[in-house]
């Protein structure tokens, strides 16, 4: 069996335990349980990931929101209420009095511009920071891809991390993503921004409106091409919630002469990576 396959049994799995988790939360049967929280500050999307002391699933929450742009918080407030009431309904669930630490992810190489701010959004949510990590990277916290390129298209941007031996070599962040598909697709169906949005996460509609998203997937693979030049990348495996986009993988692999992969739901990896990263202090 290869390496590609073993690793997206598990994040499947992985991903699959949240999915139910969200559903049905399962509180620890512990007196002092230890849970591990990751907060993913998404363009479209804000979802925070509980697992317990053994790294599996517990608990979750998602809520589409347009708080972030591009990969910069542009409604502080906003997102901190979004992200409380989120910490709130969970502690609730599981019975617990508060979620203290928590993880966070920013696109490759904002932090000098923005990881401030991500961080302080967790933060002022009632969460101490225990750490803050690249997009990509923490997606590969739940890959596990020792040698290849992680590419998250998110809502904003397009973010890569080259891993070599299992170390990260290179991250790069490009502002292209599924606003811009949502865009593109607003425009050709003469529809409002927010209903060209629904209409594309809706997966009965990915065959009919892929055809127009052709323009956009050459940017992102323009931009793939570009940064993962001058490394030996054989392979690429997409997360993100525009990964979700039926086909998307196959028409990048075309584009870039390497093989594209993705897991069953590229939507939850991320942020499951990023509560993977969590610590049991604060870091930051």
């Given at each position: 069996m290869s390496e590609i396959k073993v690793n997206f049994d598990y994040c499947d799995q992985l991903v699959e335990k949240f999915e139910r988790a969200v559903e049905h939360p399962t509180p620890s049967k512990k007196k002092d349980p230890i849970y591990y929280t990751g907060v993913d500050l998404g363009t479209a999307c804000v979802v925070v990931v509980v697992l317990d002391e053994n790294f599996e699933p517990v608990a979750g929450a998602y809520k589409y929101a347009s708080v972030v742009r591009d990969g910069m918080v542009v409604d502080y407030v906003g997102a901190i209420h979004i992200v409380r009431e989120?910490?709130?309904?969970?502690?609730?669930?599981?019975?617990?009095?508060?979620?203290?630490?928590?993880?966070?992810?920013?696109?490759?190489?904002?932090?000098?511009?923005?990881?401030?701010?991500?961080?302080?959004?967790?933060?002022?949510?009632?969460?101490?920071?225990s750490n803050v990590l690249d997009e990509p990277t923490a997606a590969n916290q739940v890959l596990k891809i020792k040698d290849g390129a992680v590419v998250d298209i998110g809502?904003?941007?397009?973010?890569?991390?080259?891993?070599?031996?299992?170390?990260?070599?290179?991250?790069?962040?490009?502002?292209?993503?599924?606003?811009?598909?949502?865009?593109?697709?607003?425009?050709?169906?003469?529809?409002?921004?927010?209903?060209?949005?629904?209409?594309?996460?809706d997966k009965k509609n990915h065959r009919e409106i892929f055809p127009v998203m052709g323009p956009v997937i050459d940017k992102c693979a323009t931009i793939i091409r570009k940064e993962i030049e001058g490394y030996n990348v054989q392979s690429i495996c997409l997360v993100g919630g525009t990964s979700c986009l039926t086909g998307i993988e196959k028409a990048l692999e075309k584009r870039l002469g390497i093989p594209v992969y993705k897991p069953a739901n590229p939507m939850f990896v991320t942020p499951l990576g990023i509560a993977l990263s969590c610590k049991q202090e604060e870091m930051y």
């Open positions: 989120m910490k709130e309904k969970l502690e609730e669930a599981l019975g617990v009095d508060e979620l203290i630490y928590a993880a966070a992810a920013i696109p490759p190489g904002t932090e000098n511009v923005d990881g401030g701010a991500v961080a302080n959004v967790v933060r002022g949510a009632g969460f101490e920071v809502g904003g941007t397009t973010g890569i991390s080259i891993f070599e031996n299992g170390e990260v070599v290179y991250i790069g962040d490009q502002p292209t993503g599924g606003t811009h598909f949502s865009l593109v697709l607003a425009g050709a169906y003469k529809m409002p921004f927010e209903d060209a949005e629904l209409y594309k996460r």
